[in-house]
């Protein structure tokens, strides 16, 4: 069976273009996620640079300090990396609520602009400690509202 043939069946088949929705904004999830995974990599990348410049001072203040920025950014990336996938299958009778789904999207947005974020104050430090740890703080929360959003009673 040629494509063009398997095109129009799948035209046929009830809800297949819902599930072809969420098959896409599944992708788009998976996608994301693995991107603010790298992302924040980079951020502990830039802390360890940081930690090193202060090691070969004696800076014990300033190791703590990014040790703790290390810690918390480590637990964000675990907690994003072993993240429930919006997701439903085809042959699910559960509904699909494209509300929601839009949600789940603009969460994603908004967890990598945080991580952004976090990005440019670290090279600031120690100047930019109280917008670190306050963009910290809202990372976990924008990931904590992504597993409330999936967790709600229609799931994706």
């Not at 991107?35 to 830039?46: L, M, N, T």
Request: with cysteine; hydrophobic share 35%.
């Amino acid at each position: 069976m040629n494509a063009r043939n398997t095109t129009g069946l799948k035209s046929f088949l009830s809800g297949y273009s819902s599930y072809q929705a969420i098959e896409s904004r599944r992708n788009d999830d998976r996608l994301t996620r693995q991107w603010v995974v790298q992302r924040i990599d980079e951020c502990k990348s830039q802390l360890d640079s940081l930690g090193l410049r202060a090691v070969s001072t004696g800076d014990f203040d300033t190791i703590m300090q990014i040790e703790s920025y290390h810690s918390d950014l480590d637990r964000a990336r675990s907690r994003v990396a072993a993240a429930v996938e919006g997701y439903a299958s085809w042959f699910d009778s559960r509904s699909v609520d494209q509300h929601l789904l839009k949600e789940l999207g603009q969460q994603d947005e908004s967890l990598v602009s945080v991580v952004d974020l976090i990005g440019t104050l670290i090279p600031q430090l120690p100047q930019s400690s109280q917008q670190l740890v306050e963009n910290i703080q809202l990372l976990h929360q924008r990931i904590d509202r992504r597993a409330l959003l999936l967790q709600q009673e229609k799931p994706i």
